[in-house]
């Protein structure tokens, strides 16, 4: 199979065309942190990678700065790591973005006034679809079965009688010669 | 869906419900309107009416004068964020050159990322320097301070080195008289 002339005749163009789709835009290299970009100190590096991924590239608007190969993304994450090694904490770093860059720089938006709607809708709705799900089960299981019956009048239920006779299985001595 | 069942309050009272499909289509119809007048790519600047943080940037080669936060004091000026391989920024080369010929106001340049810092001395003598001081900003350590995300943005800052205004994108005549004239003869006027 692996060998057959089929799957070797389109695997070569499939990889190629991965390969473009994945690092044709972005340069050869996959990973957006370069090696120059990493600092010695691995704890250090762990931490950068962390703030790096809760900040927003502001070019590219939905990558965070640690997967965007933009120069400005790039440099945000060279600002993050000098911040880091000046002894500033975590917190202070991803402040440090917020005040030039707003909330927006941050990928998870914050829980406050104006961002309320964002945060409660998903709950909201699905509340009012379950709300509204156990309404119909209910009102259902309440309604007897028969009550369609109920609403036949005589002559409707003269016809459905006739009806049914018509559909009663035939006798032998109706059947025809 | 057989029959409407007899223990049902009744449809006079249910009607209603007929019309709020259309009235949640008409509310989200307004939404997503609202939604199309505003671009996401619009950031208001976290920087408006504070100042300035302190820098101090290289000079383009060549030119003098280097860029620091010490010089932009004094007077109202602009702060033009550009680069010679921003083609927006060329669009926008010709009416900085008429403010400048103008002469209301000083425009100081950031000349950001250029791979050799030649690039923007010859980007300036090739289609004209309309600016005071250009200082270079190679890794974006000014435009991280401002909060720029792209070129051109020019800022407005006044006397005392505050941040007054951000234009976005190219200025436009259109932005230049009514929003940038008006506001530099207003901050001179009121002293602060």
């Known amino acids: 199979m692996i060998h057959s002339p089929v799957r070797s005749g389109w695997l070569g163009p ?3 065309v991965i390969a473009l789709a994945s690092g044709g835009l972005a340069g050869p290299i ?10 010695p100190d691995p704890a250090l590096e762990e ?13 590219c608007q939905s990558e965070n700065i640690d997967e965007s190969n933009a120069d400005l993304a790039r440099d945000m994450r ?3 790591r000098q911040l880091l090694t000046e002894g500033h904490s975590n917190d202070e770093v991803v402040d440090f973005m917020v005040q030039r860059y707003g909330d927006y720089v941050l990928m998870k938006p ?8 964002l945060w409660l809708a998903p709950a909201l709705l699905l509340g009012v679809g379950a709300g509204a799900v156990v309404l119909y089960f209910r009102r259902r299981a309440t309604e007897p079965a028969a009550a369609v019956a109920v609403d036949l009048s005589d002559e ?18 109706e059947t025809p010669a | 869906m057989t029959a409407k069942s007899s223990s049902s309050p009744g449809p006079a009272r249910r009607r209603w419900l007929y019309f709020l499909p259309l009235v949640v289509l008409v509310l989200l119809s307004a939404l997503f309107l609202v939604g199309l007048d505003r671009d996401p790519r619009f950031l208001p600047s976290e920087l408006i009416n504070r100042p300035l943080p302190e820098f101090a940037l290289e000079p383009v080669p060549g030119r003098g004068r280097p860029l620091e936060s010490a010089a932009l004091k004094g007077d109202v000026s602009l702060v033009n964020i550009f680069g010679s391989w921003c083609i927006a920024c060329r669009a926008e080369h010709p009416m900085l050159l008429a403010i400048q010929r103008e002469g209301v106001v000083r425009i100081h340049g950031v000349d950001w990322r250029e791979k050799f810092p030649e690039d923007g001395a010859a980007w300036l003598a090739q289609h004209g320097d309309p600016y005071d001081r250009v200082g270079l900003d190679p890794d974006s350590a000014l435009v991280i301070d401002l909060g720029v995300t792209g070129a051109p943005e020019t800022f407005v800052i006044d006397a005392q080195g505050v941040v007054r205004y951000k ?3 190219p200025i436009t005549p259109e932005i230049w008289e009514k929003e940038l004239k008006p506001l ?8 602060q």
């Open chain 1, 47 to 59: 931490r950068a990678r962390d703030i790096s991924q809760g900040l927003r590239c502001v070019v």
């Open chain 1, 30 to 39: 996959a990973w957006a942190v370069q090696p120059d970009e990493i600092l």
């Open chain 2, 167 to 169: 234009v976005t994108g």
């Open chain 1, 78 to 80: 060279k600002r993050v």
């Open chain 2, 184 to 191: 530099i003869a207003h901050l001179r006027e009121t002293p």
């Open chain 1, 110 to 117: 914050p829980f406050k006034f104006s961002t309320v709607a």
């Open chain 1, 14 to 16: 499939l990889a190629l």
């Open chain 1, 156 to 173: 409707e239920r003269r016809r459905l009688a006739r009806l049914l006779e018509d559909q009663a299985p035939p006798t032998d001595k």
